[in-house]
């Protein structure tokens, strides 16, 4: 079966400092892997998402960016956190099996950003 | 352009009540798919059920029960004899297949359900 690891579990962080989250996804090839950003209000924000090894697309702009260095491995990063980076973020992988696809979502990373 | 609405920010119900949660949805495809998720206190988004367009067919899980009417594009989901495990934030989405085969989902904004003992 699949699952999906992301790290650190919280974060606090001082405003300016760098930041690098991690996601892995185990038993699956090729997923489609995304990072999305939920502040207070509950709402989704997609931030990035990847279709394979190096390829990113950014749904929003702002300082943060993502890598894609191996398969099942999706990593978040900043060079200077600001206090609206705060938030818990949220990764998620697909496989798009024919015409379907479904997103499953890891456990979260919440960021404070001080 | 692909949209969801859930109007009811937050319900609040007493244990072994019926609840439902409203969702509404727009887009010009044909083809798309319509998902509900639930995030408990803990953080992460449970997937519960995917419907396609085309099959209008309402489901049931249990206490879960799903109504997708095209009609008026909405999938309302309604959990019978609610319990205290189920409070929690439950969100509607809709994704439409995008160029370079990615679906990306549109979410709501959410339904904060609060089952009180």
């Known amino acids: 079966s699949q699952t999906i690891h992301q790290w650190p579990a919280t974060l606090v962080q001082p405003v300016g400092s760098p930041l690098s989250l991690e996601c892995t996804v185990e038993g699956t090839s090729n997923p489609n892997l995304y990072w999305y950003r939920q502040a207070a209000g509950r709402g989704l924000q997609l931030l990035f998402y990847?279709?394979?090894?190096?390829?990113i697309s950014s749904e929003v702009p702002q300082n943060l960016s993502a890598s894609r260095p191996q398969d099942r491995q999706f990593i978040l990063s900043s060079k200077k956190l600001l206090l609206s980076d705060s938030g818990f973020y949220l990764c998620?992988?697909?496989?798009?099996?024919?015409?379907?696809?479904?997103?499953?979502f890891g456990p979260g990373t919440r960021l404070t950003v001080l | 352009a692909q949209k969801v609405t859930q109007a009811q920010t937050e319900i609040s119900v007493v244990e072994k009540e019926d609840v439902t949660l409203d969702c509404v949805y727009e887009?010009?495809?044909?083809?798309?798919?319509l998902f509900w998720y639930k995030q408990p206190p803990s953080g992460e988004l449970v997937f519960l059920i995917r419907?396609?367009?085309?099959?209008?067919q309402n489901e049931i899980s249990g206490r879960y029960s799903w109504n997708f009417q095209k009609s008026t594009s909405s999938f309302n989901f309604t959990i019978t004899a609610s319990q205290v495990v189920d409070s929690a934030v439950y969100f509607c989405?809709?994704?439409?297949?995008?160029?370079?085969?990615?679906?990306?989902?549109?979410f709501g904004r959410g339904t904060s359900l609060i089952v009180h003992p």
């Open positions: 989405a809709l994704s439409e297949a995008r160029a370079g085969g990615s679906y990306i989902p549109t």
């Open positions: 887009t010009r495809d044909t083809t798309y798919y």
């Open positions: 998620a992988w697909s496989v798009v099996a024919g015409s379907t696809d479904t997103q499953y």
């Open positions: 419907r396609n367009s085309f099959d209008e």
């Open positions: 990847s279709v394979g090894i190096g390829q």
